[in-house]
């Protein structure tokens, strides 16, 4: 886990700032993870967010359509969807911001970068001249049904064909804590895919703790770590930005807190359009 810093003002948003990845920082890929009364920046291409795993395309120009994406076959959907719903976003163009909002939910934002010497493996060639090799980005809302749904493996897996041969960062945003999410047995088999935790890190009691008969409080940032490294991602490219707990904190939004009238907080990130942006630093 790496640090994170609290810029406030910042050229993209003003009043209560943004909170910032250290990772993504390296890497100088433009984001920023809202707290209550962050200013939204201009220009966020942003979806309608129905708790599935659909990921769909921004980079069309200025109040286009989000796309589906290139080349994939479309997903089946569990529901009616229509054609702006989706949880999760990339973009491939200089300069496209995309967004997510949450209250509770898991914001994750990720970057396609090229891999520098350090970060290529032994004997393969670094992608770094390859035009393909990057930079993408992508924006995830993951609360538990769109975990147990597969939208972080949707976004990573969008975000690989949009940009081969690339290093994948992530950075986990502000999100409810074990202290407040109790969940039941059902939501734990939906979410593990098995009544039983997949690895130690999930299982009592690292992100587990019984409370009342076929209940736990349950560490979802802790499953969100687990998805992207099971799609992948070497842990020491994912950060989490330390932060108490959502419902906890009152300068951040908490639907359990304040329900309908809790407002959203924005978390966004950019496709780099500078020269030393969109690389993964040692
Ligand atoms: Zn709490």
């Known amino acids: 886990m790496t640090r994170a810093r609290q810029t406030r003002g910042s050229a993209a948003g003003q ?8 990772n993504l920082e390296r890497a100088a890929v433009p ?17 309608a967010q129905v708790h599935g795993a659909r990921v769909l395309c921004a980079d069309g120009p200025a109040g286009a359509a989000l796309s589906q994406p290139a080349g994939e076959t479309p997903r089946p959907p569990h529901r009616t969807e229509a054609p702006r ?10 300069g496209v911001t995309i967004g997510v909002v949450t209250a509770d939910c898991v914001p994750i934002l990720l970057a396609a970068l090229a891999p520098t010497a350090a970060a290529t493996p032994a004997g393969a060639t670094p992608a770094a001249a390859t035009p393909t090799a990057a930079p993408a980005v992508a ?10 749904a597969g939208v972080i493996e949707a976004a990573v897996a969008a975000l690989r064909r949009a940009a081969p041969r690339s290093a994948l960062c992530a950075a986990i945003g502000p999100h409810i804590g074990p202290c407040c999410y109790e969940v039941d047995a059902p939501v734990l088999t939906a979410l593990f895919d098995s009544p039983a935790p997949p690895s ?12 009342r008969p076929g209940h736990f409080l349950l560490n979802l940032g802790a499953v969100a770590q687990h998805r992207l490294t ?15 707990c959502t419902r906890c904190a009152p300068h951040f939004a908490s639907y359990r807190r304040d329900g309908p009238q809790s407002g959203r907080m924005l978390h966004w ?10 690389r993964v630093a040692p």
């Not at 924006?139 to 147990?148: C, K, P, T």
């Not at 890190?201 to 703790?209: E, M, V």
């Not at 099971?230 to 108490?244: E, F, K, S, V």
């Open 269 to 278: 990130i950019a496709v780099p359009v500078s020269p030393r942006g969109g």
């Open 200 to 211: 130690p890190q999930l299982a009592p009691p690292n992100a587990l703790r019984p409370t």
């Open 230 to 244: 099971r799609a992948g991602l070497p842990a020491a490219h994912i950060t989490t930005i330390p932060h108490p």
């Open 15 to 22: 009043g209560a700032g943004f909170l910032r990845a250290a």
């Open 85 to 94: 719903e989706a949880d999760a976003l990339y973009a491939t163009h200089p």
């Open 31 to 47: 984001h920023g993870f809202g707290m209550r009364g962050s200013a939204e920046p201009p220009g966020v291409r942003r979806a």
């Open 139 to 148: 924006a995830i809302h993951a609360g538990w049904r769109g975990l147990a």
